[in-house]
């Protein structure tokens, strides 16, 4: 698991950065290296890649480090047009592109589950309401985020980025 925490020098260390904060908005890009952003009181604090598998036990930790815990994920469910419009692309590679949105609509569906058994407010974002992909470099005057990434962490920094401070 690649981890990056972003942390205020003065705070010390990530847990007592954490202890402050009133909200943390969890942005999930779901897939065999699903992509987590922690937006803590609207600010991009940490980016991450995961197991889609150790969801449950980051979502159950999370619950731990703010008063309220919103999560916001693309959800690949939410848009029907899945194969390119080049008829060149062949059966085989339009059944795989079919099998892998599949499975991210299955961890789509666990996600919402394991949100409901905790009590977490739970929104899913259309792939194309949420924008296409950003290269590091915008991605990093968007943010402000100083660090590496991966398409993954970026894709769940920008799907959350518009309800960093929360949804109703």
């Not at 469910?77 to 692309?89: G, I, P, V």
């Not at 309401?129 to 920008?158: L, Q």
């Amino acid at each position: 698991m690649e981890s990056q925490t972003m942390t205020d020098p003065s705070s010390g260390n990530v847990a007592s950065e954490v202890a402050r904060h009133r909200l943390l908005v969890l942005g999930f890009d779901l897939g065999v290296k699903t992509g987590v952003a922690r937006y803590f009181d609207g600010k991009l604090l940490a980016l991450e890649t995961v197991k889609p598998w150790g969801m449950r036990d980051l979502l159950e930790a999370s619950c731990l480090t703010a008063a309220r815990v919103d999560v916001v994920f693309e959800d690949s469910r939410l848009q029907s047009k899945l194969f390119s419009a080049n008829k060149a692309t062949g059966e085989a590679k339009r059944l795989k592109i079919a099998r892998d949105v599949g499975g991210i609509d299955a961890w789509c569906t666990l996600l919402e589950h394991e949100c409901e058994r905790l009590g977490l407010r739970c929104l899913g974002v259309s792939p194309a309401d949420k924008g296409a992909k950003v290269a590091a470099s915008a991605f990093d005057h968007i943010t402000g985020w100083p660090g590496r990434t991966n398409e993954h962490e970026r894709d769940a920094a920008m799907v959350a980025r518009p309800f960093r401070k929360g949804f109703h």
